[in-house]
Every structure is written in structure tokens, then in C-alpha cells.
């Protein structure tokens, strides 16, 4: 991970435990994704990033990117051949969700690891279909859970 300008010391460090915590996860295709994209922070993404992400106003908690350049601030040092792409995670957005920084940092990279991997989303259905499971073993409501 490199730091950027302007993030608190508590979010980069939310994100390095992220990146550890992914470092062990049991999808053998998450762990060699994480082996291979490095992972940016930043407060906010720039106009373009955002733009590029397919939503100007959106506010984003993370971004993943496959083609440089066109996505950020150059002199974060990206390089064209990048191909595995690269990762971003915003202090702003993640915050405007939760209290819990760690957690949210933690599925937020998990999910932006998902966009590298291009099986868009597949965890967070993955874990939705698991919750649903667990909720009908239990005899309860599919969809609250309870
Ligand atoms: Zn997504």
C-alpha cells in the first residue's frame, strides 16, 4: 500500500489490516490478486476518477482501474504495463458509511479484489446466497435474516 496525501493515520492503517486480512483469504484467486495489485489511498477520488468510474456524483468507497493512464493523479506512478490494474481506497466514502473503518475497509477491498478479478460482484453474491442459507437452516426469514 502507499499512502497519499491527506488520509488519517487511522485509515491507512484500517486498510493495511485489510490487506492482511486478505492476504489470508481461503480463495486461492483473492490471495494472488492481492499478490499482484497494489492498492492506493486517497481522501476522495479525483473529478476523473470518478467520471471514469461511471458516476461523476457518486461517492465511492473504492475504485479499481485496469488501464492507466486515464484514472487519477499521475504522480502516484502507475505504470501502463500495470496490467493486473490498480486498486483505490477512499478515506471519505468508507467513513460516510460506519463507524467501523476496519470492517467496511476490509469489504470494501474485497470487493474491489472482485473487480480485478473480473467476476464483478460474485463474492457479494456469494455472501448474500450464504446468509440467506444460514438463515433458512436456521428456520428463519431468507431475506431479513431473522
Ligand atoms: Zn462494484
Not at 490498480?86 to 476496519?102: K, P
Amino acid at each position: 500500500m502507499s499512502a497519499q496525501t491527506g488520509t488519517s493515520a487511522e485509515f491507512d492503517y484500517a486498510v493495511q489490516m485489510a490487506i492482511a486480512d486478505v492476504q489470508r483469504n481461503p480463495d486461492e484467486a483473492v490471495r494472488f490478486a492481492m499478490a499482484f495489485v497494489p492498492v492506493f489511498v486517497m481522501k476522495r477520488p479525483t473529478p476523473e476518477m470518478a467520471q471514469a468510474g461511471g458516476c461523476a456524483t457518486c461517492t465511492y468507497l473504492g475504485l479499481w482501474a485496469q488501464h492507466w493512464p486515464g484514472y487519477g493523479p499521475s504522480e502516484l506512478g502507475i505504470k501502463p504495463e500495470n496490467w493486473h490494474g490498480v486498486i483505490f481506497m477512499f478515506e471519505d466514502g468508507i467513513r460516510s458509511m460506519t463507524n467501523n473503518v476496519n470492517l467496511q475497509a476490509r469489504q470494501t477491498l474485497l470487493h474491489e479484489i472482485d473487480h480485478a478479478l473480473e467476476r464483478d460482484h460474485v463474492l457479494q453474491h456469494l455472501q448474500a446466497a450464504k446468509a440467506q442459507l444460514a438463515a433458512q437452516i436456521r428456520g428463519g426469514c431468507g431475506y431479513c435474516g431473522r
